[in-house]
């Protein structure tokens, strides 16, 4: 699989403050006057974002955050963060991206929360410029988080509907899982409900079963962010038989895609390994499996290399590349129709030339 990074692949799970360059990091904490980082040095930041990541918590995870999002609080921060996202992914042959972020975190030095928004889309559309110079293709759509700690979800999900038109396609909830169920948000996701927007949930991560049950049957998630968890709804016994719970089985009859990042499922501890990592067992039950990158900075990821990664672990080849990438696209919250383009123009002609 040589080609991993030519081919056309779909991003639904990536956070932009999870994302930067380590040398953006570096050149934005001296230009905006920053000086919490760990290191000046690149490479070693690089490194100790990788390191500090893998703390096996979620909550250490998260920690690390706060040196992005330090960097993160003016206008042109946002946009060059938003530009550089933009065209790192179009670089690893991502066709079509969902990049989410909290607009919250970034008004520390007195941006307006609709400031941070115009900026970080602006950034998105010269990304999607810069790639296109350059000979590459890429639609990018963005998510709105609200932190599940804090309790702003209503008034951030008032702005995805607010921004609907100008590139914001949906809303999720991010952050801490154990201590804050999703249904503290009812009235976002109602509100997101009745405005005909969409919605998915990290869910099923740091926290079990009945996440992942609030998440759709209280909250009405259509994806699940993460939803690895909703393994442990799936026995199998010594003779190789697999029962599925009434849970699992719900998420699969009814198509619920799962955003699936094998590599931050393993810093988080949410699994063992990527050998260990249950999207083997979801892929053959044939789950609506998605493959993510979450956070390329502190997994040191891509899209290629998180599929190089499970192609090793469980020898997947072209055919569950394309599998996974037109679930992912049939997934996406923009259109049908441009849903229906992407697979019939892009990714199916290219994966069809391989035959
Ligand atoms: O995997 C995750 N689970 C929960 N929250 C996360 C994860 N990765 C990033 N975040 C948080 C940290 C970011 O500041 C926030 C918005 O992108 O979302
Ligand atoms: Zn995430």
């Known amino acids: 699989m040589k080609d991993l990074r030519n081919a056309p692949k779909v991003l639904l799970h990536d956070h932009l403050d999870g994302g930067l360059r380590p040398r953006t990091v570096v050149e934005l904490a001296e230009e905006t006057g920053y000086e919490g980082l760990p290191t000046a040095d690149v490479d070693e930041l690089g490194r100790w974002f990788r390191a500090a990541a893998d703390s096996g918590s979620l909550v250490s995870y998260l920690e690390t955050f706060a040196h992005t999002c330090g960097v993160m609080q003016t206008e042109a921060a946002l946009a060059r963060v938003a530009a550089e996202c933009v065209e790192d992914l179009a670089d690893d042959g991502v066709v079509y991206a969902e990049v989410r972020y909290a607009p919250e975190l970034f008004v520390e030095r007195g ?3 609709d400031a941070v928004i115009r900026a970080v889309q602006e950034g998105f559309t010269e990304g999607e410029r810069r790639a296109e110079a350059n000979g590459k293709r890429i639609r990018t759509g963005t998510l709105l988080c609200a932190m599940r700690q804090h309790a702003r979800a209503l008034e951030i999900a008032e702005l995805a509907v607010r921004y609907r038109d100008a590139g914001v396609v949906g809303f999720d909830i991010a952050g801490p899982e154990a201590g804050f169920p999703p249904t503290r948000n009812l009235d976002a996701f109602e509100y997101m409900r009745v405005n005909n927007a969409h919605f998915t949930i990290h869910a099923g991560e740091a926290f079990g079963l009945a996440s992942i049950w609030e998440a759709i049957q209280h909250c ?3 994806r699940l962010g993460h939803g690895v ?4 709804d799936i026995k199998t016994s010594s003779d190789g038989e697999v029962e599925l719970g009434r849970l699992a089985s719900y998420v699969r009859d009814r198509r619920i895609p799962l955003e699936l990042c094998p590599s931050s ?3 988080t501890g949410a699994a063992p390994s990527i050998a260990d990592h249950p999207i083997g067992l979801l892929a053959k039950l044939r ?5 993510n990158t979450d956070n390329r900075l502190m997994s040191g990821c891509s899209m290629s290399s998180e599929f190089a990664a499970l192609a090793e672990a ?3 080849g072209w055919k569950e590349v394309e599998w996974f990438t037109i679930n992912a696209m049939k997934s996406a ?3 049908f129709d441009q849903r229906l383009d992407l697979i019939n123009n892009v990714i199916k002609p290219w994966y069809a030339d391989l035959r």
């Open 220 to 222: 009405g998630a259509e």
């Open 287 to 291: 789950f609506r499996v998605t493959v």
């Open 333 to 335: 919250f923009i259109d």
């Open 229 to 232: 968890r909703i393994i442990d």
């Open 111 to 113: 941006l307006s929360l």
């Open 265 to 267: 499922n393993v810093q």
């Open 314 to 316: 469980f020898g997947f």
